[in-house]
């Protein structure tokens, strides 16, 4: 097919309504659900019916619990929460209760519930309670978790949540929410726990989570005369891409990861403990992070300056490379 402008919104959008189409058992909860107000379920309800595109109260630990229940009884709930620091608030209801009733049944039951934040980290002017990226906490519990940096990924892997049987938190982030793909074939399911190539190399491997691919795939450019740098793409954070992984550092014995959440016991520094553990690697590897603890202040150059950036990551391509 001819190639075709695909932006990263409208992919999620579409996944829905596709879902929705293919299984009536799919249906979405959420605050602002009907009108559509982020972006993420705009015109499903006119185009589904209010029963099953839900305006849920402000009581998000409500209607979680709500999804949590229609799982159990055959539905596929998709949940939206508009802001990431929402998650806290229903963590008990999705970590607690969605995530162990597989385990504590034996498999008797399964809670094929998706939620989704659309925007989740930092947007300008969001400040400290609106701009978490807490996809680590998810990870850490073992709930599935994934962090689509492409539009084209961000549907099919969005696909893939909806039907897989056990909770799934999907974290779509505020720097690719804007940003398009050329879309050259029809959009397929992408499945969980498969990273992907984004540019071969063989001097340095960057883990790149989320939207800081596009400044991974930058530094990459940038420093092309210099070194050939591997862009590797988890797009699964848990269950993590391993074998992928690995298969990178085999080519080229080098590793940076970039990791848009807090240091300590994050994403990055999971990363940099099993490649110590299993993998061999020809000089230390650095990771690129919020520092420890951060919280986004309002100011827009406070902001920047506590978020790992292009300019960030290539000084740890550099470093790596001595």
């Known amino acids: 097919m001819a190639g075709v402008a ?24 959420g605050e602002d659900v009907g009108l559509g107000v982020s972006g993420l379920t705009g015109g499903l309800q006119r185009r589904f019916g209010a029963d099953r595109v839900v305006d849920m109260p402000l009581s998000e630990q409500a209607f979680t619990s709500m999804a949590t229940g229609a799982a159990l009884c055959g539905q596929r709930p998709v949940v939206e929460f508009q802001i990431p620091s929402l998650l806290f608030l229903t963590l008990e209801q999705i970590a607690n209760q969605a995530h162990k009733f597989s385990l504590m049944t034996g498999g008797q039951c399964s809670v094929p519930v998706t939620y989704v934040v659309p925007g989740s980290g930092s947007r300008a002017g969001w400040a400290g309670q609106h701009s978490d990226h807490p996809y680590g906490m998810f990870a850490h519990l073992g709930i599935k978790t994934v962090v689509p940096s492409s539009a084209v990924d961000a549907y099919g892997l969005l ?13 779509a982030p505020a720097g690719v929410m804007a940003t398009r793909d050329v879309q050259t074939a029809p959009l397929r399911p992408v499945p969980l726990g498969v990273g992907r190539v984004r540019r071969e190399g063989t001097d340095v491997t960057v883990v790149a989570i989320g939207h800081l691919v596009p400044a991974a795939l930058e530094v990459a450019g940038r420093l092309a005369a210099e070194a050939s740098i591997e862009v590797f793409d988890p797009r699964t954070l848990h269950p993590f891409d391993w074998a992928g992984l690995r298969a990178s550092l085999e080519r ?42 951060a919280v986004l202040p309002y100011a827009a150059v406070l902001d920047r300056a506590v978020q790992p950036d292009a300019d960030d990551l290539e000084a740890a391509v550099r470093a790596v490379l001595k």
């Open 252 to 293: 080229t014995g080098r590793l940076v990861v970039v990791d848009d959440s807090n240091r300590s016991c994050g994403i990055g520094a999971e990363v940099l403990a099993t490649v110590a553990e299993e993998m061999t690697l020809r000089a230390p590897p650095k990771r690129v992070t919020r520092p420890d603890g």
């Open 6 to 29: 695909l932006s990263y919104l409208r992919a999620l959008n579409r996944a829905l309504g596709d879902e929705m189409d293919r299984d009536p058992a799919v249906c979405l909860f």
């Open 159 to 171: 696909v893939s949540a909806i039907r897989d049987p056990d909770p799934v938190v999907v974290f």
